[in-house]
């Protein structure tokens, strides 16, 4: 299975969460996987098999708040996603074992965009 690179939109098996980690997917229905932006590189991800990634809420409630980032991904119902990214959640998964697979790509602006909520959750200064 090859891995994702930076930047790259995925769809994962996020099931099960807890706490303020998101979720409230319904697996009666196979509503168990999220889409996420792939925040960390290839080296890290190959090296590891994880991968640390922001997830993607489809939730309208989010829109106007600054720590949501508004993202359209053109494609089809699996390839595309309209929503937002959640600024304030970077979560590592093991892409194998919740069967990732690699569905679309965002651009380097849009890549630097969120890497300012990284670098505000790790108190980077850039």
Same mark, same amino acid.
């Given at each position: 299975?090859?891995?994702?690179?930076?930047? /790259?939109?995925?769809?994962?098996? @996020? +099931? $099960?969460? $807890? &706490?303020?980690? !998101?979720? +409230?997917?319904?697996?009666?229905?196979? %509503?168990?996987?999220?889409? #996420?932006?792939?925040? $960390?590189?290839? &080296?890290y %991800?190959?090296?590891?098999?994880?991968?640390? @990634?922001?997830?993607?809420?489809?939730?309208? =409630? *989010? =829109?106007?708040?600054?720590?949501? *980032?508004p993202?359209?991904?053109?494609?089809?119902? +699996?390839? &595309?996603?309209?929503? !937002?990214?959640?600024?304030?959640?970077l979560?590592?998964?093991? *892409?194998?074992?919740? %069967?990732? =697979?690699?569905? %679309?790509?965002?651009? @380097? =602006?849009? *890549?630097?965009?969120?890497? $300012? !909520?990284?670098? /505000? #959750?790790?108190?980077? +200064?850039?």
């Open positions: 299975m090859q891995m994702p690179k930076q930047m /790259d939109v995925i769809v994962i098996d @996020a +099931e $099960s969460h $807890s &706490g303020k980690e !998101y979720g +409230e997917h319904n697996p009666t229905i196979g %509503n168990t996987r999220r889409h #996420m932006v792939v925040m $960390s590189d290839s &080296g %991800n190959e090296a590891t098999g994880m991968v640390l @990634a922001m997830p993607i809420t489809t939730s309208p =409630k *989010y =829109k106007n708040k600054p720590e949501y *980032y993202i359209l991904i053109m494609g089809g119902e +699996e390839t &595309g996603v309209k929503g !937002y990214v959640v600024g304030w959640q979560q590592n998964f093991d *892409y194998r074992t919740r %069967n990732g =697979k690699v569905v %679309n790509k965002i651009t @380097a =602006k849009q *890549y630097k965009e969120l890497l $300012s !909520y990284v670098e /505000d #959750m790790l108190g980077i +200064e850039s």
